[in-house]
């Protein structure tokens, strides 16, 4: 599975940007998408994510009713639109694929993530 995220950007504080996430390849083996984010000498971090039956999403605490991860399976792209950004949501955005079709809910958990796209950087100013 080959992940490609775009939409990345610089907007200011209170903005908003729609991430992209278009998955190409053996697709079929993907169960979920999940979307993450690293600081600058920070850990990659849990955003949301998703099934692609849309049968579970979940969110960080911090971007809860801030951001919204939708999916579009004939297109094979995820989608994360981020409304009321806050200079702390600069970061590079990843998107991955998890292959695990047993797990009832879309995973937080980096590790368990088996594809990952390049990143986009989404920087908000103050």
């Known amino acids: 599975v080959q992940l490609q995220a775009s939409g990345g950007g610089l907007v200011q504080a209170g903005g908003f940007l729609r991430l992209s996430c278009a998955a190409s390849?053996?697709?079929?083996?993907?169960?979920?998408m999940g979307w993450f984010r690293q600081a600058p000498g920070k850990e990659r971090e849990f955003v949301a994510a998703?099934?692609?039956?849309?049968?579970?999403?979940e969110y960080a605490r911090s971007v809860k009713g801030r951001f919204t991860i939708s999916s579009d399976n004939a297109k094979n792209t995820v989608y994360l639109q981020m409304n009321s950004l806050k200079p702390e949501d600069t970061a590079v955005y990843f998107c991955?694929?998890?292959?695990?079709?047993?797990?009832?809910?879309?995973?937080?958990?980096?590790?368990?993530?088996?594809?990952w796209g390049q990143g986009t950087l989404v920087t908000v100013s103050s």
């Open positions: 991955a694929a998890d292959k695990v079709p047993w797990r009832p809910v879309a995973s937080s958990t980096v590790s368990d993530y088996d594809y």
């Open positions: 390849g053996h697709t079929f083996s993907s169960t979920a």
């Open positions: 998703i099934k692609w039956s849309g049968a579970n999403i």
